[in-house]
């Protein structure tokens, strides 16, 4: 992941940590911090839906809007956007498969960028999701779910 990317996920991490906002690092960023080799354009925090009001309140300075609508293939029940530092950064708060349940918040071990210890969601949720939003990458990481039992 470029220098920027990793700037703006350790300062979200050290507001989410010292604002006690339970996070999980998700997507293209989590198959990165697993050593995968994908391009990585911006960041995805999968959120507990119930954790909305905390999310915007430690986050605000960089909040640019936030949604409740539904995408088309990937739904939560909020979408919030920040920008730092010039990097997207997307909070999920209760992502799922539209029309399916919700995904679970697992943790999956963490990953230190800078002075923030970051978790790391359990790979084995992405894989499912990938399966039905990007099978290509759902490829890339099922060999390594495979391999870690």
Known sequence: MRAPLEAALEAVALRLAAHDVPFLL???ALLDALGLDVPVRDIDLMLRPEDRGAFEAACGEWLMGVTTEPG??????WKATLVVGG????????LG????????????????????EVPLCDPAVWLE??????PERAELLEALVNASG
């Open 97 to 116: 498969v539209a029309g399916a349940a919700r995904a679970p918040f697992r943790a999956g071990g963490s990953r230190r960028y800078g002075a923030a």
């Open 87 to 94: 990097v997207e950064v997307e909070g999920l708060g209760g």
């Open 72 to 77: 088309a293939v990937l739904s939560s029940e």
């Open 129 to 134: 999701l990938y399966r039905v939003y990007e």
């Open 26 to 28: 998700g997507g293209s």
